[in-house]
């Protein structure tokens, strides 16, 4: 399974935007880019994912690298609700998803 | 539209008790994935399907067994309970195609004493 490498924690303002960032310089062609983030006391909840190009959707903005070897998930307003575990994950084709450590994000008020 | 549910929600056993934690989908998924989560750590994959009648070993698959006699259902079965099995156990689904993302359950919370 292809690596991800995230920091282990991030802080961020209420209101500011957040990028969220995450390393894959081992991604093979046809391998996707997925967000994952999980709330306190929650299960895990799907965010957004990606090939190649750039993607939003109403909950974020995911930025990928021209090599691929980086992407970056966009939050364009924090809210407190936002404070989660955010997990980068690659998908091979057909395979199942193994899931790193994450990125704890802090947001303060 | 329920997505992904398990059942139960919470559960204590004794050492080597049985028990079996279910989960079902309502969105005619070909995929589904037992996970388990500790404290403090991510999450770690303990069998999957990938379609109806099969299963496969993830990552920490010793002491438990799955079942997936129905496409919408997926059996984790702990045949006799460790202290070590104490854990938060989410079920998840999703489509073939690698370009989905996956549904998760609300997980079940087990304590093993």
């Known amino acids: 399974d292809a690596k991800t490498t995230q920091p282990n924690s991030m802080e961020s303002n209420e209101e500011e935007p957040v990028h969220l960032p995450c390393n894959h310089s081992t991604i093979s062609g046809t391998d996707y880019i997925h967000w994952y983030r999980q709330l306190p006391s929650q299960g895990p909840e799907y965010v957004i994912h990606g090939l190649t190009s750039n993607v939003n959707n109403r909950m974020a903005s995911l930025a990928i690298a021209e090599d691929r070897k980086s992407s970056t998930l966009i939050l364009h307003r924090a809210t407190l609700r936002d404070a989660a575990v955010y997990y980068c994950?690659?998908?091979?084709?057909?395979?199942?998803?193994?899931f790193g450590k994450g990125t704890r994000l802090h947001i303060l008020p | 539209n329920a997505g992904v549910t398990q059942t139960p929600k919470f559960r204590v056993l004794k050492t080597g008790q049985s028990m079996t934690l279910l989960c079902a989908q309502d969105?005619?998924?070909?995929?589904m994935y037992w996970y388990r989560q500790d404290p403090g750590m991510g999450l770690r994959l303990i069998h999957y399907?990938?379609?109806?009648?099969?299963?496969a070993k993830g990552e920490v698959p010793d002491g438990y067994n799955v079942s997936r006699l129905k496409k919408q259902n997926f059996l984790l079965g702990l045949e006799s309970a460790a202290p070590s099995q104490t854990s938060v156990y989410f079920c998840?689904?999703?489509?073939?195609?690698?370009?989905?993302?996956?549904?998760f359950g609300s997980g079940t919370r087990l304590t093993v004493v």
């Open positions: 998840a689904s999703t489509w073939t195609r690698d370009s989905y993302g996956y549904t």
């Open positions: 994950i690659l998908r091979s084709p057909g395979d199942k998803i193994i």
């Open positions: 399907s990938v379609g109806e009648g099969t299963t």
């Open positions: 969105m005619n998924h070909e995929y």
